[in-house]
């Protein structure tokens, strides 16, 4: 397959590195009910269509690339951890390594994909409360998760894959239902009356309905014109105060109690976690989709919400 061709009017296989957990299943669900095979590379997880993997070293798993329609890389340690120094290690490893796994194996495919998307994270911008950051007017932050972005994204470009175009994913929390997504966990805080405001409450969130998540990844598979680094996330993310005052009214929990970063540090350290995930401020807009054309099935969070809770209902 010519790197410089387009997917439309194709079906084929969508190869998804790390794709056992949540946005893994999203996106194996939506391109599987478009025609897809969708084969997942795990290093732990088995059943159809799923081979594993080391996320090292070559092997038998390297066949799956081989005329694929396309390549969507997930893998990655979770972040949801205290950044200690084994874990730091781990997060690093689990996405650089893999990263050029992927690269190497591309460059000695024979018949490449023509698409290689390598998940990132928005959280590559500045804290920023002052205005938004798209790809081309977003300065790049500072500390261990920036730097993990960076080296991360990094390592796609710097693979020698000249018939594979590389998009970089600077994804924001996916919101859909399941209980291994984030949105459980929020709701579940929401339920049990914890759902106030976090720290001063100024702090933006950066967020993205599962379905338009899924909808932008396809949007990229069949933009030849589209490549780098893009970020998905709606075009109105808010500050957490008014987030959570959404959520509550949303779920019918009118009473959140709020939390001050004295309490959230105190918190993370019994959860095993760090209060930057829910204390920076990432105002991060889809500059390139935008300007590409795309269009949000939900681009406000509350009609958002909505849905999500009412699939919940259904599920």
């Avoid at 998804?16 to 194996?28: D, E, K, N, T, Y």
Wanted: net charge positive; charged share 25%; aromatic share 8%.
């Amino acid at each position: 397959m010519d790197g410089t061709k387009g997917m439309k009017g194709t079906k084929g296989t969508i190869v998804v590195p790390g794709g056992a957990g949540f946005l893994g299943r999203v996106l194996r669900e939506y391109f599987s009910g478009l025609g897809y095979r969708v084969i997942v590379l795990s290093r732990g997880a088995s059943g159809s269509d799923v081979v594993r993997w080391d996320g090292e070293n070559p092997g038998d798993w390297e066949a799956t690339l081989r005329g694929a329609a396309a390549v969507i890389n997930l893998a990655g340690r979770t972040v949801n951890c205290r950044y200690n120094e084994k874990n730091r290690e781990e997060i690093y490893e689990s996405r650089l390594k893999t990263t050029k796994a992927l690269g190497d194996a591309i460059s000695r495919c024979a018949d490449p994909p023509p698409v290689w998307i390598n998940s990132s994270s928005a959280t590559i911008y500045r804290h920023a409360e002052d205005r938004p950051m798209d790809e081309a007017t977003g300065e790049i932050g500072s500390g261990f998760s920036v730097d993990v972005c960076r080296k991360w994204e990094a390592a796609l470009f710097a693979a020698e894959t000249p018939r594979t175009r590389k998009v970089a994913l600077r994804s924001a929390m996916v919101f859909g239902p399941g209980e291994e997504g984030v949105h459980a966990a929020f709701r579940r805080i929401v339920r049990i009356g914890l759902g106030g405001t976090l720290g001063n409450g100024r702090q933006y969130v950066s967020w993205i309905h599962d379905r338009d998540f899924v909808r932008a990844v396809h949007f990229l598979l069949e933009r030849d014109d589209l490549s780098g680094p893009v970020n998905l996330a709606s075009p109105n993310p808010l500050p957490n105060a008014e987030f959570m005052r959404i959520f509550r009214r949303v779920c019918r929990r009118p009473i959140g109690l709020p939390a001050t970063r004295w309490m959230l540090e105190i918190g993370a350290l019994l959860l095993q976690t760090e209060t930057e995930l829910l204390l920076k401020s990432r105002r991060v807009v889809p500059g390139k989709l935008r300007d590409a054309g795309f269009r949000f099935d939900f681009p406000e969070w509350e009609a958002a919400l909505s849905d999500i809770v009412s699939r919940e209902t259904k599920r």
